[in-house]
């Protein structure tokens, strides 16, 4: 038999396109709370190091603060751009809020002129400010400059044949000849760098950041082999500068590239979806629980890397704690490989709909699938 | 802790245009033992009275035989029309396979020349064959004739001011002045009929036949009021002819008014769903179960009347099995009265899908839906 208070674990991504992940995460808790109200729902906001994750970030970290900083954005038009600081004093900035894939002048721009200026800028706001350690989370980016912008922000040089300045967007670095990293601040050397992300690709090649993500922010099929070219042999000039390497490390594509440039910076790559699960008391949640519910908007094979809900399915059935996905859209050519993950993997729509409906009434619709699992779940057992 | 292996009960009506109530039923089979290899699935495919109700009745009744009559569709057309004989002799008759509203020849007609002979001319082929009781299931008919065609095949006269004979189709009844009941077939007085319905509309009205039911076999919003009086002068003729009553009783307007006529001749009405439950033996399968599964194509305020789901929820709950509510499309509207009948209501699309993708695609995505609604319902408990 059930006990009488049922511990319910919460812990979705956001809904892209429709809710926030503190949003979807109250609409399925008043759903459980409906089938069960004497459950106790433990509700722990998930992200990746995409979008929301500074919110989620903030919201699990009791004493933190969150500030808007002055920088730029993907095309250099100035953005205040929200920064957070935790208790312990590590900053934390989530990439998608500087140079957001989601940013209206991002959009009608060209990725070739794109660049993370911004990025650094932020960063360099926070060094001013005393701060010696912080995550930042790459995910939701428009850019694919490989992080140089990020890099000349903080002093790097990038040069053409003739020794002038080119800009550090894929169209200037299509002339880059040399990189002078004499100027780079120095103070980076005593700050700890984390970066929060939810892709493990290289920089460049097959899996690379153009190859893969490149499409998404722009870049016509016919120009990904000159723009991962030009990535190439960019990176082979600022790791020489450096004296480092980090072109093939795990996740040096995320984020257009940032992910190189930061790890050239001395930065750790961790998954963003445990940084935010090590942060939020996910496990202590877990401890005792007797369901999960885990979700996002689409769950598609890329789930099972290193998205939110992998991350809570597995730390769930570490502790013998069932987990149901409950997604927007469930990949059906995934649903094998989602299966073997999950109790029960669950989608929104109740019945033919279209994406706009679904994006609509996704508040309703979790409420209401969230109270059928949940019947279904805890319905008397003869 | 669940029985090593639980009972599963699986008792849908068909999804219409893709899957009939057997087929339904395999799908969600297939996903229950993929979930639970060891459960025992009883299976009770369902049926209103309307398409599907023979089958049902067929499969369920060991000893039946089924075989075609000669008879004619609802234009006159020529037809072969299936008809059941269970083990004790009693006849079955599904009037959607002889005057259907899926029928093609009746698709391209006028409503106000269709009749219901053809119905008539099956009963006098199964009284003919020594046949003293016949359950005829009504629902899906494309006719509004209320049920004179069947009257006339069985020796009822309606004529003109003139005297002439007038055609029992809603046209010729326009012009009814009188009817004459002497001819009608005297062995009828010893046949007990039942009518097995899912409406319980009256013959005329606000909720009558042409009201309700009309417009989705073609009559205009504007005639929908001028055929109701033609019926209602009708319905006055024949019951005085007669000498008994029947246009306000319960299921009167039920496939167009064949529900009047039958019950003029002393037919027993029924709800088809309750019928095909005690014939297929729903509540020996329900008892000592441990979960039940129902479902129909689209469920909305109207499956809470008399059709299957509701039906299968209730004898469910009499025994203390949960019952989950598993359909195409579940209306939103209906959702918190469907949610007061069933332990979870679940719907089969994967994502944002269109009504094309969703009948498509039935088979596979009942046999997902099932897997993840039985992995949910027996994952581990704390």
New interface residues.
Partial sequence: M??QSPIVVVAVDSFKGSLAAPAATDAIARGVLRALPHAQVRARPMADGGEGTLDALLAASPGSRRRDVATCGATGAPIQAPVGRLADGEGVVEIAQIVGLTDAAAGTSDVRARDTRGVGRVLRALIDDGCRAIAIGLGGSSTNDGGAGLLAELGVRFLDAEGRAVRPTPEGLGTLASVDASGLDARLGSVRLTIMSDVDNPLTGMRGATAIFGPQKGVAAADVDALDRTLMHYASRVEAALGRHAASERGAGAAGGLGFALQLLGARFASGAETVADMNGLDAALD?A?WAITGEG?SDAQTLMLKAPSIVARRARAR???V?LL??????TA?PAL?AH??????????????A??LANAR?WLD?RA???T???F????
Avoid: E, T, Y
């Fill in positions: 059930p006990s005792g007797d689409r013998g704690v069932p149901a997604s927007g859209a469930i990949d059906g649903l299966d999950f109790d029960g993997c669950f989608a929104l729509p109740p019945g033919p709909a279209s994406l409906d679904s309703d209401d109270f059928a699992m019947r279904l779940r319905c008397a057992r003869r």
